[in-house]
């Protein structure tokens, strides 16, 4: 009885090398490290699959108005201010491949501020009335990269990499009781930039996305004209590493 014991322990030994030197010379599969290559596959009747199409609208309205008393500034005072800022933009875009996008997007931006002032009242008593006016347009094509974090259907994380062209004229006029003064520019600028986001679909096919500015380059040219002649061209350039909360955006998107 002994004798069979260990013999029956000498074989499960046995059998217990052979799985465990097999199973080590069968090949493993390679384990991806980092975010990207961890990334949950993206299957075929999801929103963000090769062959769809995402099309949206973004809606963005600044406005203030102070008229009540007088704001005090460092040199000056401020009697009445009323201005907004406006923009609408809609876009289009193409996944040529799992989780990546090719679009452009189209839009219109249009500042009005009436501000009446004055600076320096104890010294050289300077009041002013101003107003100013500028419309724009931009054409902005983007890449669109989608990232499947979570194995989920309903939150992905992006990051846009777009290139804006746009060109604007403004007018702003100038009245000290006296002299009336205008001052019109128009010019062109390139923006490039980076970026990243957060995409919720609060239905099916139908998205709620939020981004931010995270890198941008910015150069513009502008001629500017007082009294209907030329007195001056600026050109700039910007570079922004920093991540900007005042580029904020919010869109709907639908996808189909």
Do not use: C
């Amino acid at each position: 009885m002994k004798l069979r014991s260990k013999f029956f322990i000498f074989i499960l030994t046995f059998v217990a090398l052979a799985f465990s030197a097999s199973y080590a010379d069968s090949p493993k599969p390679a384990k991806k490290g980092g975010l990207l290559g961890s990334l949950f596959p993206v299957e075929e009747d999801e929103a963000i699959h090769r062959g769809n199409f995402q099309t949206g609208a973004t809606l963005f309205l600044l406005q203030g108005s102070s008229d009540n008393d007088a704001l005090n500034i460092i040199f000056g005072d401020i009697y009445k201010a009323e201005g907004y800022t406006f923009t609408a933009e809609a876009f289009g875009g193409y996944f040529v491949r799992d989780a990546m996008a090719v679009g452009a997007r189209v839009g219109y931006s249009r500042t009005y501020a009436d501000v009446d002032f004055s600076i320096l009242e104890d010294l050289a008593d300077i009041k002013q009335h101003r107003k100013y006016l500028s419309n724009g347009f931009f054409v902005q094509p983007f890449l669109k990269n989608y990232l499947k974090v979570l194995d989920s259907k309903t939150i992905y994380f992006f990051n846009e990499t777009s290139l804006t062209v746009e060109y604007s004229y403004g007018i702003s006029q100038s009245d000290d009781g006296e002299d009336v003064s205008k001052t019109k520019n128009h010019g062109w600028t390139f923006k490039f930039g980076i970026n990243p986001g957060l995409s919720i679909m609060v239905l099916d096919r139908l998205a709620f996305e939020t981004s931010v500015g995270l890198l941008g380059l910015n150069s513009s040219w502008m001629t500017i004209e007082e009294n209907d002649e030329t007195r001056s061209k600026v050109s700039y350039n910007i570079v922004n590493f920093k991540i900007n909360l005042l580029a904020l955006d919010f869109s709907l998107v639908y996808f189909f």
